[in-house]
């Protein structure tokens, strides 16, 4: 079993629609939550970063962490296709030798239609 | 100016061949990463180095030799390479400090091994 599962999709919505990331964790070490969005042919960047459970919110999008269920989520209103790209959930344990060690989903392919 | 970069961006080489594969950053950072991301966008970490010294080594082929100069150059030396070598190598960079926990990424180097 893979520490940190995410649907690939790939998910495909229409423009406007909200959209909803998911990941589950197996490993409760995990304290910090990231979302990078990648798109094709780059290198991922840092989109939203949580810290323990709770929410966050950025503009259009929400990151939301609820550690009791292992489960972390993106949510993206008013989706643009400027948004369609790979979405990748990470985590990290905080402390010891983890060092930035970074353990990501598999990413979930996303396309938003004008 | 970028912070992250690498060279080459593509690489097409026989297998059996031995190659290397560059990255520098100028952002200052301590911690430098590989990571691989195969085919399905899966991404993994390889190697971890701060301050030039080996912190995470995840499991690695040792065909796979990361040598890093000074902070702020981090590059892959690959031997013998393999079919199974063919993937997008990510460098990456962070600095440690309490919630500064960002890892900055480069664009990518492509490898092909025929």
């Known amino acids: 079993q893979k520490e940190v599962e995410q649907d690939p999709g790939p998910l495909s919505v229409p423009e406007g629609a909200i959209v909803s990331l998911n990941c589950t964790y197996s490993n409760s070490a995990f304290q910090y939550f990231m979302w990078y969005r990648q798109y094709s042919r780059k290198g991922p960047e840092l989109l939203m970063y949580t810290y323990s459970s709770g929410n966050k919110e950025d503009g259009r999008f929400t990151a939301q962490v609820d550690k009791s269920s292992k489960y972390i989520s993106l949510f993206i209103r008013d989706s643009q296709p400027s948004d369609s790209a790979t979405y990748l959930c990470?985590?990290?344990?905080?402390?010891?030798?983890?060092?930035?060690?970074?353990?990501f989903g598999q990413g979930t392919i996303l396309t938003v239609h004008p | 100016d970028t912070a992250v970069s690498q060279t080459p961006k593509y690489l097409v080489t026989q297998m059996g061949n031995d190659k290397s594969i560059k990255c520098e950053q100028n952002l200052g950072h301590d911690t430098m990463y590989w990571y691989k991301q195969d085919s399905k966008k899966f991404l993994k970490i390889m190697f971890s180095?701060?301050?030039?010294?080996?912190?995470i080594n995840e499991t690695v082929p040792n065909r796979f030799s990361p040598k890093s100069p000074d902070k702020a150059h981090l590059n892959l030396h690959i031997n013998s390479l393999e079919l199974g070598d063919s993937a997008v190598y990510f460098c990456?960079?962070?600095?440690?400090?309490?919630?500064?926990?960002?890892?900055?990424f480069g664009p990518g180097t492509r490898l092909l091994v025929l």
């Open positions: 180095y701060n301050n030039k010294e080996l912190i």
């Open positions: 990456a960079s962070s600095q440690e400090l309490p919630s500064q926990e960002t890892q900055y």
């Open positions: 990470a985590m990290k344990r905080a402390g010891g030798t983890s060092y930035g060690k970074l353990t």
